[in-house]
T-cell receptor, first 115, second 111 residues
């Protein structure tokens, strides 16, 4: 069964450093998402991406964040200058355009720790 | 008022019990309603999704949506210890570009 994959599974970085989180969505999916989940808290929407542009973003997704689909398979989230409060689990998700398949399939997540 | 409200629990039930989980929401634009299961330190796993109002059944799971009351439910019949997890409701508007999650309800099913 096809699945969303994410790398790395864990990332430790120093405050102020740039990090890039990578995702490979399911191959025939066209919508891509990033979410974060701070330990013990709810899953929070960050951004959605379709047709090579951002469709919608939350107030969390400020100028420190960017997304890119550099090739036909990868979808990345970049945090330019990490803060302590960026420490969280980051989930990538994708969904297809098939009729009534208005739902998302999540990857296993990248655990980011900012020191 | 939060867009999506979900009681975080924990909810503890004996094996074989019927479990009822629910969420309320405030945004009438939501059209797609999902239930995810999340095990500790793992990504959410899709269980059920429903478009607009109505019921949907899949094995031991039944999802209900009542848009007039802005209330959605997930029922688990014959609950098993392996059902112990956090259950997240989620919903999105037409187009599905932004999905809002509830806080999740922690469920424990005791053998």
């Amino acid at each position: 069964e096809p699945e969303v994959t994410q790398t790395p599974s864990h990332q430790v970085t120093q405050m102020g450093q740039e990090v890039i989180l990578r995702c490979v969505p399911i191959s025939n999916h066209l919508y891509f998402y990033w979410y974060r989940q701070i330990l013990g808290q709810k899953v929070e929407f960050l951004v959605s991406f379709y047709n090579n542009e951002i469709s919608e973003k939350s107030e969390i997704f400020d100028d420190q964040f960017s997304v890119e689909r550099p090739d036909g398979s990868n979808f990345t989230l970049k945090i330019r200058s990490t803060k302590l409060e960026d420490s969280a689990m980051y989930f990538c998700a994708s969904r297809s355009l098939a009729a009534r398949e208005e739902t998302q399939y999540f990857g296993p997540g990248t655990r980011l720790l900012v020191l | 008022q939060k867009e999506v409200e979900q009681d975080p629990g924990p909810l503890s039930v004996p094996e074989g019990a019927i479990v009822s989980l629910n969420c309320t929401y405030s945004n009438s634009a939501f059209q797609y309603f999902m239930w995810y299961r999340q095990y500790s330190r793992k990504g959410p796993e899709l269980l059920m999704y429903t478009y607009s109002s109505g019921n949907k059944e899949d094995g031991r799971f039944t999802a209900q949506v009542d848009k007039s009351s802005k209330y959605i439910s997930l029922f688990i019949r014959d609950s098993q210890p392996s059902d112990s997890a956090t259950y997240l409701c989620a919903m999105s508007n037409t187009g599905g570009f932004k999905t809002i999650f509830g806080a999740g309800t922690r469920l424990f099913v005791k053998a």
